[in-house]
């Protein structure tokens, strides 16, 4: 793993946004573990986090000339995303979207810089890929190129019973490439070397093994 990856991953531990035991996911499927980027909700843990997705990119060789945050978690993520690369040396434009067009004011579901060029979106988590795909639609609309997507952790695991691929892939297989932080194979790879109690990493192994890719 790189550095910002076990960075990450030592983060989301012990902030407790990557939680271990038995969580009820909104498949229905029983998950060993739980991840809630939401729990970053100070300007420290943002900051580590934001500098994260930033490496992630710049080490891509992605080109993008902005970046857009789907509302509502992508909404932080991106202006946090935007911070860091500047401070990397990297300047771009950002904006996000509203739930609902506001009718008043300046109007619309877009706030932010205008939507031009290739647009970079940033997210938390693609499970079934709904906000992603929300997203694509809005950038497409505004006359825009989707030039992909970023997200914290991909699950590498099917979409559905029924599906072969994961919401990641089947993006990718529309052309659409996914960078991600880190995916379930790094939690596992970092858990190994962890102080944790094997029949947690067997569950989540067998979890792997079951619904994974």
Do not use: W
């Not at 989707?146 to 990641?168: C, K, M």
């Amino acid at each position: 793993m790189l550095n910002h990856q076990q960075d990450f991953l030592k983060l989301v531990l012990d902030r407790e946004v990557l939680k271990l035991g038995q969580f009820q996911l909104k498949s229905g499927r029983i998950s060993p573990y739980f991840f809630n980027l939401g729990l970053i909700s100070d300007g420290s843990g943002m900051t580590s986090v934001a500098q994260c997705y930033a490496q992630t990119l710049l080490g891509s060789d992605i080109e993008f000339d902005m970046l857009f945050g789907p509302a509502y978690k992508g909404i932080p993520l991106v202006t946090g995303v935007a911070m860091a690369l500047h401070g990397l040396g990297r300047n771009v434009p950002y904006a996000y979207n509203r739930k609902e067009a506001k009718s008043h004011g300046e109007g619309g579901r877009l706030v932010g810089a205008p939507v031009t060029g290739r647009v970079l979106i940033v997210d938390d988590v693609m499970t079934a890929g709904t906000a992603v795909r929300e997203a694509i639609t809005l950038v497409r609309e505004a006359g825009a190129e989707v030039a992909g997507v970023l997200i914290a952790l991909d699950r590498q695991e099917r979409a559905g019973d029924d599906s072969a691929l994961s919401a990641v892939q089947k993006l990718t297989a529309e052309g659409i490439p996914v960078l991600s932080i880190i995916g379930l194979e790094h939690i596992i790879e970092y858990l190994q070397y962890r102080d944790i109690d094997r029949p947690t990493l067997e569950a989540i192994e067998q979890y792997r093994r079951q619904y994974g890719l």
